[in-house]
């Protein structure tokens, strides 16, 4: 992690999956029910290489960790395991910190809001529970935008997000939050603060080069970056 000093942010953006919503679980079970047909385990070395990609980039990623080129359709397999997550998507739970957080910033009246790489049919579907809760943001940028022309490590994601704030902020004013490496480096790309809440079971070596490393987005203290303190 970095130790550099952090700087005063007014905006802030959040990542969705794993961060704000537990889907990471979700997706474990789904591909695993998929490669294990081939005698193949998706492991959390595998995982991480993953987290915060693009769809089909994930896939494409999946197939060369484990072999899978030419000896299963790729196709096939994203088309099974994508209606297998919206079957479960609309069970996922709030993570730790998440609601207290976003309560807490929208009250004081910081501008927040969503970049995530999750399609929009997939958006609808993980946050049909948490709908008051998401309404709070002031927008939320999903992976097939038409904005959007190239996914995480780029930052394009987080540059959009932030122009659609009614009054848009210099990049060194946003303060992301990403659970995943791919994350982290997109909001760096773009010039931006960021803090990683990883998994648990994420290797330190995929970490990244975020500002600050949290267990849990609980641990989250505004004041270090200039916003309104609990």
């Known amino acids: 992690?970095?130790?550099?000093?952090?700087?005063?942010?007014?905006?802030?953006i959040f990542d969705m999956d794993g961060l704000l919503l537990d889907t990471e679980s979700i997706y474990t079970l789904t591909t695993q029910?998929?490669?294990e047909r081939y005698g193949k385990d998706f492991t959390w070395e595998v995982k991480g290489k993953l987290m915060g990609t693009a769809e089909r980039e994930g896939w494409e990623i999946l197939f060369r960790e484990l072999g899978l080129e030419g000896k299963a359709d790729m196709e096939t397999m994203m088309k099974d395991t994508r209606q297998r997550r919206e079957e479960l998507f609309p069970t996922c739970q709030l993570m730790p910190g998440a609601e207290k957080l976003i309560h807490h910033l929208h009250s004081h009246g910081v501008p927040i809001c969503v970049a995530t790489s999750s399609r929009s049919?997939?958006?609808?579907?993980?946050?049909?529970?948490?709908?008051?809760l998401f309404s709070l943001f002031h927008h939320c940028v999903k992976g097939d935008d038409p904005e959007l022309k190239r996914a995480k490590p780029s930052p394009d994601i987080f540059l959009v997000a932030a122009s659609r704030f009614s009054e848009p902020p210099a990049p060194e004013k946003c303060v992301v939050f990403e659970d995943a490496p791919q994350g982290?480096?997109?909001?760096?790309?773009?010039?931006?603060?960021?803090?990683?809440?990883?998994?648990?079971?994420?290797?330190?070596s995929l970490l990244g080069r975020a500002h600050l490393e949290l267990s849990s987005l609980e641990d989250f203290d505004p004041?270090?970056?200039?916003?309104?303190?609990f």
């Open 223 to 229: 004041a270090v970056y200039g916003l309104p303190g």
């Open 1 to 12: 992690m970095s130790d550099t000093s952090k700087s005063v942010c007014t905006h802030v």
């Open 184 to 204: 982290v480096e997109a909001a760096l790309a773009a010039n931006m603060n960021c803090v990683i809440v990883p998994d648990s079971h994420l290797s330190k």
């Open 33 to 35: 029910e998929q490669v």
């Open 121 to 132: 049919s997939s958006f609808v579907a993980k946050t049909s529970r948490h709908q008051e």
